[in-house]
């Protein structure tokens, strides 16, 4: 669903009727420029690329960047000034995605939101040319490290942190761990596995052969290659459908706890998935005391997105992208919002949370290395459980250490 945004007017006949009521003449006046004051203001054009169609438009959260942008407008945006947001759908495919980001551009907004799910690389040498600020997921190789794009994780396509193997150490208690992905990932699956020693886990089995989605029946005959391998913990980059690994470990009767870092609904399976691990750069939705989770929950319901807040997993992320986007950037320049003044304050960026919703946040330090520390959930009886909770519901590791082959 897309969301369109409309500037509240005010009217001249509230005026009008203030003089008729018997207020003075000066009241009215000092209205009235109040008001033109107001309308002077304007709004201030952002661009939105994102994958509202295609393959990758239910995993986008886009919906949480939406919220936020609504509940700005309505609680007076930037110092008076309203966002427009334009959105550019990226459609799931690199060669649409430049072709939006070219618009996007070409429409010379003070800044663009990125969300486009990885199909982003296509348009790097297009969107750093053209000196427009931008704040993006950091999920694609060579989107940062430029002196214009800003990702609120850092750069974790080329960066990895041992935190993986600690959350499953830590939570999972796990000893003897099975690292497994796609072979798109083999530089990141092999620094995984050599971080064992010291996190203190032993790891027993790697396989960097699985495709990038497990069919019922690959995910069963994984199930029992991990349970010949005695591996108690598994870790997974670049494989979805984890859901049906854990549920299939469960059934054949191991203990053994599976950390994915894609959140998927767990409404299918229920308590057969029971012990799995969710683990994430940013606080899950379902994660308690927290000031950032409740204003992101309170702005979904606001903007007609409450069904989704807790399943769409990169919601709260989108947020507190545009939140960056918006609190350290736009308001920090102040009008008129030049590409300049944005990306200066967007440098500026010191241990910044979103109100805890992710990790400190700090620039140019996260233009070269990737996020260490990581929310997570269990599933318990079923249900998603946070382990972390709090301002600061993480878990760290060791610094992020650049992949093998990037």
């Given at each position: 669903m897309r969301l369109g945004f409309r500037r509240v007017q005010r009217s001249a006949a509230a005026v009008v009727l203030l003089a008729v009521a018997g207020l003075v003449a000066t009241t009215a006046t000092a209205s009235a420029k109040s008001t033109a004051r107001a309308a002077a203001k304007g709004s201030i054009p952002v661009a939105l690329v994102s994958d509202f169609t295609g393959a990758l438009a239910p995993s986008t959260g886009v919906q949480g960047a939406l919220a936020y942008f609504h509940w700005l407008n309505a609680h007076g945006g930037v110092d008076g000034h309203k966002i427009t947001v334009k959105q550019y759908d990226a459609g799931?495919?690199?060669?649409?995605?430049?072709?939006?980001?070219?618009?996007?551009?070409?429409?010379?907004?003070?800044?663009?939101?990125?969300?486009?799910s990885g199909e982003e690389i296509s348009s790097l040498s297009a969107v750093t040319s053209s000196g427009i600020p931008v704040v993006d997921d950091g999920f694609a190789?060579?989107?940062?490290?430029?002196?214009?794009?800003?990702?609120?994780?850092?750069?974790?396509?080329?960066?990895?942190?041992?935190?993986?193997?600690?959350?499953l150490k830590h939570f999972g208690h796990a000893t003897k761990v099975a690292v497994i992905g796609s072979s798109l990932e083999t530089g990141d699956l092999k620094l995984l596995a050599k971080s064992g020693p010291d996190v203190g886990v032993k790891v027993v089995m790697t396989d960097l052969s699985e495709p990038e989605t497990l069919t019922s029946a690959q995910a069963l005959t994984l199930a029992e290659q991990i349970k010949s391998s005695g591996a108690n913990g598994v870790s997974v980059i670049g494989v979805l459908a984890i859901n049906q690994l854990q549920a299939d470990l469960n059934q054949l009767g191991v203990k053994v706890t599976v950390a994915?870092?894609?959140?998927?609904?767990?409404?299918?399976?229920?308590?057969?998935?029971?012990g799995e691990l969710f683990a994430e750069d940013w606080a899950s939705p379902y994660v308690k005391n927290?000031?950032?989770?409740?204003?992101?929950l309170a702005a979904m319901k606001s903007a007609g997105y409450g069904s989704v807040a807790y399943?769409?997993?990169?919601?709260?992320?989108?947020?507190?992208?545009?939140?960056?986007?918006?609190?350290?950037?736009?308001?920090?320049?102040?009008?008129?919002?030049?590409?300049?003044?944005?990306?200066?304050?967007?440098?500026?960026?010191?241990?910044?949370?979103?109100?805890?919703?992710?990790?400190?946040?700090?620039?140019?330090?996260?233009?070269?290395?990737?996020?260490?520390?990581?929310?997570?959930?269990?599933?318990?009886?079923?249900?998603w459980v946070?382990?972390?909770?709090?301002?600061?519901?993480?878990?760290?590791?060791?610094?992020?250490?650049?992949?093998?082959?990037?």
């Open positions: 799931s495919s690199p060669t649409t995605a430049l072709q939006a980001f070219r618009r996007a551009i070409a429409a010379k907004p003070a800044a663009i939101l990125e969300s486009a190789p060579g989107w940062i490290d430029k002196p214009t794009l800003f990702s609120p994780v850092g750069d974790v396509s080329t960066h990895l942190s041992d935190v993986w193997l600690t959350v994915d870092p894609v959140f998927e609904s767990d409404a299918q399976f229920g308590k057969t998935i029971d927290n000031a950032g989770i409740k204003a992101y399943s769409a997993g990169f919601a709260p992320f989108r947020y507190a992208q545009a939140e960056m986007l918006v609190q350290e950037g736009l308001k920090k320049a102040g009008a008129p919002f030049s590409h300049k003044a944005v990306i200066k304050a967007l440098s500026g960026v010191k241990n910044w949370t979103a109100n805890g919703i992710l990790a400190p946040v700090s620039f140019p330090q996260f233009q070269q290395v990737g996020i260490h520390c990581l929310s997570v959930m269990k599933v318990v009886n079923g249900k946070p382990e972390t909770n709090g301002n600061h519901p993480f878990v760290c590791g060791g610094p992020s250490t650049k992949t093998p082959g990037t």
